[in-house]
């Protein structure tokens, strides 16, 4: 995980479906494990390949209400690049019953926190130029 540094964006609050439709816009979308206080919109950095390691990360947290309300306050935390190495083949930790097999569609990832090479720090760093600019026209109005 590598921390960058975005004084627009760090500690940003507005109404939640503010918030998002504005992060929509740039390809971000709220990751499926978010908690009713906090979760993270997530950029894939990895475009060229439909298995999407490397992304682009800010951290959400309630101001007031619940992540996801649309009247809800929010505020954006620090943005980082991660990356996750998925494993090959079938994921040794799933359950296998019935209906997890419907549920379970995703695997865990090999290394949740896999080394981040320089070429998604790059695309990170001009992704959250173009979210920066972006703000800067449509939600500082």
Do not use: C
């Not at 929010?74 to 494993?87: A, D, I, M, N, S």
């Amino acid at each position: 995980m590598i921390p960058l540094h975005s004084p627009v964006i760090e500690n940003l609050q507005g109404r939640y479906a503010d918030v998002e439709s504005l992060l929509d816009k740039e390809g971000f979308q709220l990751g499926g494990a978010y908690e009713y206080d906090h979760g993270y919109f997530d950029k894939a950095l990895d475009w060229e390949s439909d298995a999407h390691q490397s992304y682009l990360r800010i951290p959400v947290s309630s101001v007031k209400g619940r992540i996801g309300d649309s009247n809800a306050t929010v505020k954006l935390g620090r943005p980082f690049v991660l990356r996750h190495e998925y494993q090959a083949g079938p994921d040794d930790n799933a359950d296998t019953g019935t209906f997890s097999g419907l549920i379970d569609q995703f695997q865990e990832p090999a290394v949740k926190d896999a080394p981040v090479a320089e070429k998604w720090i790059d695309r990170a760093q001009s992704a959250l130029r173009e979210l920066e600019t972006r703000i800067d026209q449509e939600f500082r109005k």
